[in-house]
């Protein structure tokens, strides 16, 4: 590891040692959101709902707002996490006028338009054994240190459902993400779990990013926010044992993979050389033959939620016919 690299990670990596009732005594007049995007996970959304509710919103006031934004679930998710004590929102009903993307970018991008915390929490909705400590983790270096502007969480995950566990990231991380950010951003090489979906930022920070819609998502904001607030503007903190639902198929693995080098590449040195549009083929044996699968590769972005703001404000002064 590079010295300058080091030394960012011996300064700015944290456990999550902060208790919600201190970090409430010290926010001050800053709202924080807590934001779950959500596809289907009737089975887990309700328990973190009712966890954080209990914890952090109810007997110690740290969260002042816990949504869920829905992109589409077919199965009781909206009415669980309704019962369950948060505000439910369907992505496609927010800001119509803009469009609906699938995916779970689009949910984030989305949720700042239906949320107000200046600190915004991410966390996934499929997550299992979810305490208050996930949220105090993220949130303490931001109302630490106000050089910090941007946070994202590494964790010990169980392996093949066993007893043991693994730090680090999972399949695509060490196969894909890890090798990208080390040839063409090695500052960011101490960063544990770049894909992590669980993270947080300021809203002045993340107003300011654009969201990749699809498996993307997590390494753009991490690479953007480089580019924007410098790499002693992001953290990372250990949240301990992190345990999902489900896990995705080798081939599911792939196209996620793909999206990630897509969207990585974009911001690259080499981005001159990266279609704007590409296709993931991919085979299968059926009966002894070759199937092929051609899967596009979603390659969307949504512009930083500020600059999309100013240009509704800008068309409403004009007196344009604005949602």
């Known amino acids: 590891m590079r010295a300058d690299v080091r030394n960012w990670f011996h300064r700015r990596t944290y456990r999550s040692r902060w208790s919600p009732a201190a970090l409430a005594a010290c926010k001050e007049d800053q709202t924080i959101s807590v934001v779950l995007p959500a596809l289907d996970e009737q089975d887990t959304v309700g ?5 954080l509710k209990d914890a952090v919103v109810d007997e110690v006031p ?3 707002e816990l949504v869920v934004v829905d992109t589409g679930s077919t199965d009781d998710t909206v009415a669980v996490a309704t019962e369950a004590g948060a505000r439910v929102v369907s992505a496609g009903e927010i800001r119509p006028e803009l469009g609906h993307r699938p995916g779970k970018g689009e949910a984030l991008w989305k949720s700042q338009f239906v949320t107000s915390g200046d600190i915004v929490v991410f966390l996934d909705s499929d997550l299992i054994g979810v305490g208050p400590h996930y949220v105090a983790g993220l949130v303490g270096p931001l109302l630490d240190d106000p050089a910090v502007s941007f946070v994202k969480a590494f964790f010990d995950r169980p392996v093949n ?12 991380t060490e196969l894909v993400a890890r090798p990208l ?12 779990q770049p894909l992590s979906g669980q993270c947080a930022g300021r809203r002045s920070t993340l107003e300011r990013l654009p969201f990749a819609s699809g498996y993307g998502v997590e390494i753009a904001m991490l690479l953007d926010a480089l580019h924007l607030v410098g790499l002693d503007g992001i953290a990372q903190v250990d949240l301990g044992r992190l345990e999902q639902s489900s896990h995705q198929s080798v081939g599911d693995l792939g196209f996620m993979a793909a999206t990630i080098m897509h969207t990585a590449l974009r911001r690259s040195p080499v981005r001159q050389l990266v279609p704007s549009a590409a296709d993931l083929t991919q085979f299968s044996r059926l009966d002894g033959r070759q199937e092929e699968l051609v899967r596009p590769v979603p390659t969307a972005e949504r512009p930083p939620a500020r600059s999309v703001a100013a240009h509704h404000r800008r068309m409403a002064s004009a007196g344009a016919e604005v949602s």
């Open 181 to 192: 950010l080390n040839l063409y951003w090695p500052e960011l090489s101490g960063v544990i």
């Open 47 to 51: 328990a973190i709902v009712t966890t």
């Open 161 to 172: 459902g066993e007893g043991s566990t693994q730090v680090g990231g999972g399949r695509v």
């Open 62 to 64: 740290l969260v002042d």
